[in-house]
């Protein structure tokens, strides 16, 4: 048993007193700073020391490039005086033109474009500005190691604490601590935080949950300078661009910050400006990360060149400086996914946006940590039944916009090739329509068609177990270097990710736990890790870490996969087709029957396999998830419809291609038995259809699922619930009729004659088939003739004691 530490007196009245004194102070204090920077004008006199530190009164932005010169070398052409003395001039002429081009070097501005070159020449002859940021950023993490050690005496010296002992509060503290590091260190810190917020499997959960408050903390800087930027950039008052903008910045980022504004024409804007002699600070910064990592490679003693990390880097934050670009980005990225409706990406006002200065449509909805702190509760009152319901309410739409990131993100990758390349969750936003909004669009990533093809068939092989297919399409997307050992690498991935269980034919398990497992095995073998590979994997474990605050039991895989599989069964091109043939046929190209039922039942959970065979705007998928009630799907509903339809081309030419032997002996099989009662209740709703007509009572069916009702009657009475149809009979003729389809069933049938058992074994599963249907067709028949002249008569009685 701890002893407890008997509190001697109370000091809380004392420390309210002087929180109080220390505010008074501090108001105090900065008052007088404000009455300093009026009246002695401070800002102008730190911004001339400022210029005068980085040597900008010298530097030319119209200066010509410069020649490189070489040292002067001693001339002695004669031995008489006069020539010795021409000579001496002529060297003193060589020497003075040489420091006079050296001179030169100091007018030369920092250059636009990122050019390791050009900015290892411009910080060359600025030495004192790299030494005091190098000064700077060592005081600064010693700082943070001083007192990161002294908490952890404190901690240790404490006998009473409630707080839990498994390390993950010092996890905690130590993220808030760096992240009030790179609050102090600058934009440049701040970004690089921000990303390492999205890589929890990285840096461990407790520090990427304090990092990622980096998204939401950044300290704004003055709005006079902001209202001096956008006037120097747009060459206009303020007053004659717009009607409106808001005195206190809605968002601040690490770049720039954003108000809120009206232009003269009455539209909401967003107006981003970029933060003040930015890019000398971020250039500065990673020529500093670039001169370390030649250094480390030094000492480490490595091959590959550590600093080209830094000069991707530098492209990647120099790219984002300039806001036309970002303007640029937007556009394309609204042109390439403007059809898809789920997908919100706000226009830009290009008239209104320069290199400091980007305008784009003001975007109405929810971030994605707002949902999540109401869905879990920590912004409502607990005990209150209407804020239970805004929970529930807040979870719903928190998972909708995951399941529509999931889905965007598979769009950018699969579809348009498009990367949205900071996906973070301040970037998106919930609409009130129920869409997916997107920001800030400074870096975008641009797919080639094969990495496309190489990650949709990468994840179809993680679902089956294909570890051999998967490590050929990580070839095939460059992540794998050249000179691996594939057989290593293969058994290396089966240990990995065999464990993983699987729950309706999808992994039943987090993305970033696959996430994890793939990263140890690329850190083992060194694998490349592509832009685009990176950004999706990071977007994909960001979405799910929001789901699984709100919702434990959320799954990427679920969300994902029938996106995968649609795009398989629909998209009728080269590439997608072999890769579907990979899943559905062995290397004999045999059918597996499980394999497609599995891709038609996953492909049709999300409502979107539009068939033809659609009436009054109910779609089949529709149809079918209304029949499925009783738990199995209905695979040979679907099929029928899917066979004749536009979207039916892939699967159409999957029967073509695969051996016809080897889809009887699936039909035949145990694990077909449920398909076959489903297709023996089709033949069934035919010949019941059939008979019905042929007998000449009149009996139609109005739509799916619709009642049975005799036209003939006079008073158009209805069916009862035996006599429901599933499909009209002319659907079932158009799709006996299919040329296309009679085709696959003869070669079908001409393959599967070559084996006389076969063979067999079909006729009496077809015959025993028909002999069933039949009989529940007379059943039917029998039943609705019942229900149409017997019952009447039975409920005469009752319904005229009922009048009486």
Known sequence: MKQEVPVIGD????????????????????????????????????????????????????APPLEPQSWPQPSYPGLSGVDLFMADLKALEAYASYFYHASKIWSKPLPEVYDPQDIADYFSCRPHVVALRLLEVFSAFAFVTIKIRTSRIKRSLRTISNKDINGNISQYDFGLVLKETMLSLGPTFIKVGQSLSTRPDIIGTEISKALSELHDQIPPFPRTMAMKIIEEELDSPIKSLFSYISEEPVAAASFGQVYRGNTLDGHNVAVKVQRPNLRHVVVRDIYILRLGLGLLQKIAKRKSDLRLYADELGKGLVGELDYSLEAANASKFLDAHSSFRFMHVPKVYHHLSRKRVLTMEWVIGESPTNLLSLSTGDTVDQDSEYSERHKIEAKRRLLDLVSKGVESSLVQLLETGLLHADPHPGNLRYTPSGQIGFLDFGLLCQMEKKHQFAMLASIVHIVNGDWASLVHSLTEMDVIRPGTNIR??????????????????????????????????????????????????????????????????????????PYVVRKLLTENSAETRKILHSAILNRRKEFRWDRLALFLKVG????????????????????????????VFDVAHLVLMLLPSRDGVVLRKLLMTADGASLVRAMVSKEAVQFRQQLCKIIADLLYQWTVQTLGLGITATQYSSQVRLINEPDNRELGPSSRLSMPLYKYQSIFRDRRLKVIFYRIIISARKDPVLMLKFCWTSFIMVVAASALACHRVFVSLSEVYISPLLLAPKRAAVGA
Do not use: C
């Open 604 to 631: 049709s959970t999300r409502k979107v396999l539009s068939t033809e065979t659609a009436i009054k705007h109910e779609s089949s998928l529709d149809y079918l998830t209304n029949r499925s009630s009783s738990g």
């Open 488 to 561: 290593r690498v293969t058994m290396e991935l089966e240990n990995s990710l065999g464990e993983v269980e699987f729950r309706d034919g999808i992994p039943n398990v987090k993305f970033s736990r696959v996430l994890s497992k793939i990263w140890s095995v690329a850190l083992k073998f060194h694998f490349r890790m592509p832009p685009y590979y990176t950004l999706v994997l990071r977007s994909l474990a960001s979405l799910e870490g929001l789901a699984v605050a709100a919702d434990p039991n959320f799954k990427t895989f679920e969300a994902a996969y």
């Open 11 to 62: 000091f809380s009245h004392f420390g309210i007193a002087v929180r109080k004194d220390f505010e008074f102070m501090k108001k105090g204090i900065g008052k007088g700073v404000g009455w300093a920077n009026e009246t002695f004008r401070l800002p102008q006199v730190f911004k001339a020391l400022d210029d005068v530190l980085w040597l900008r009164n010298l530097e030319d932005p119209q």
